[in-house]
């Protein structure tokens, strides 16, 4: 820490390593800020005072035997954590992982260390703001452990979820409450006002079936090419590909209407047909580059209302485009999947 100029650092533990970092917690409380545990324990094995734990002493030194010969495989996760070892990369991983961190002798060393941590009595000095977080995807560490952890470290909050995969999470409550508690509030998604424009191909299957593979990926690999063209130069963005059809979003409702038009006019020149879908809205800007938010829902709906060579549009885009070169036609209200209420549709038609 010295050495890279980090005064103070949020410490997180996994399983036994919640032992180093509260250990190192106490030894040097001005360095830590917080302190996150996660399937955590006070002791690996049952003692005298201490029943909750699931193995005894001498339980735990045979497993470790039992490894011996298998260190270095990923035998330890389908062991300890099968709903980890679903998938064989991720065993292979941590066999490589295994391997590079130290050798089978070694490895033995460290479980039999383990086994005779007891770290009661110093989880009680621990003086900074605490999480002790149970999963449950360790099977030798019980949600008991975890409580009596949480217990004995002064004002520890617990959060227990079980099922919740720690390392391949989907995205609940519980993971954002500890993900808050590591790197502070989660700040939403920023938003912006944009325009939203959907494309996609009138009866891509068919065409896929007639073509074959080969000729249906090289007319893919045009019309791709096609919607970049006409969607950047009039300063939008294709945000990405679904299928065989494209998101773009632009600042301008004019120019996402323009490009909209040009593109379902302009692939028929490739031989195919194609739809459109433009709607104004509040948009969602995620780290990784996509979008979200009811808007995107909303200007995909519109497109699947709309028939081959038709752009439709919603009344808040018809709102804000002031062309003398396209009007408007009113194809009714409609009732979206997933879109609350009922909505007017209109049609641009190029004058």
Not at 116 to 141: H, K, M, S, W
Not at 231 to 257: C, E, Y
Request: aromatic content about 8%; charged content about 20%.
């Amino acid at each position: 820490m010295d050495a890279i100029g980090a005064n103070e650092v949020v410490l997180t533990g996994e399983g036994s390593a919640g032992a180093a970092a509260i250990a190192f917690t106490v030894a040097h409380p001005k360095r830590v800020t917080r302190l996150a545990i996660v399937n955590g324990f006070a002791s690996q094995v049952r003692r005298e005072d201490y029943d909750i734990a699931l193995f005894s002493r001498d339980d735990v030194i045979a497993m470790i035997d039992n490894f011996l010969p298998v260190w270095g495989q990923g035998e330890f996760v389908q062991t300890f954590a099968p709903k980890l070892a679903f998938d064989p990369s991720f065993v292979d991983v941590c066999g490589r992982i295994e391997r590079f961190v130290c050798g089978p002798n070694t490895a033995a060393a460290w479980g039999r260390a383990v086994v005779e941590l007891d770290i009661r009595d110093l989880a009680a000095r621990v003086d900074v703001p605490t999480l002790v977080y149970f999963t449950g995807d360790l099977l030798q560490v019980t949600v008991e452990q975890c409580r009596d952890l949480a217990d004995r470290i002064p004002n520890a909050s617990l959060v227990e979820a079980p099922g919740r995969l720690f390392y391949q999470p989907d995205q609940s409550p519980q993971l954002d409450e500890f993900a808050e508690f590591i790197g502070g509030r989660i700040d939403p998604d920023p938003t912006v006002e944009a325009t939203v424009l959907f494309v996609d191909v009138v009866g891509s299957t068919a065409h896929a079936a007639a073509m074959g593979d080969a000729s249906w990926l090289e007319v893919l690999s045009d019309l791709d090419a096609f919607v970049q063209q006409q969607v950047s130069s009039r300063g939008g963005r294709v945000i990405k590909q679904t299928g065989d059809g494209h998101l773009a979003m632009f600042d301008d409702p004019s120019d996402a209407l323009s490009a909209a038009m040009m593109i379902t006019k302009g692939v028929n020149a490739l031989g195919i047909e194609a739809r459109g879908g433009v709607h104004l809205g509040v948009v969602s800007l995620r780290s990784n580059g996509d979008v979200g938010g009811m808007a995107i829902h909303f200007a995909a709906r519109i497109m699947n209302a709309a028939g081959a060579r038709q752009v439709y549009v919603s009344e808040a885009l018809a709102e804000r485009v002031g062309s003398r070169s396209v009007r408007f036609e009113d194809r009714g209200e409609r009732e979206f999947k997933g879109v609350p209420g009922r909505h007017v549709v209109l049609e641009a038609i190029g004058n």
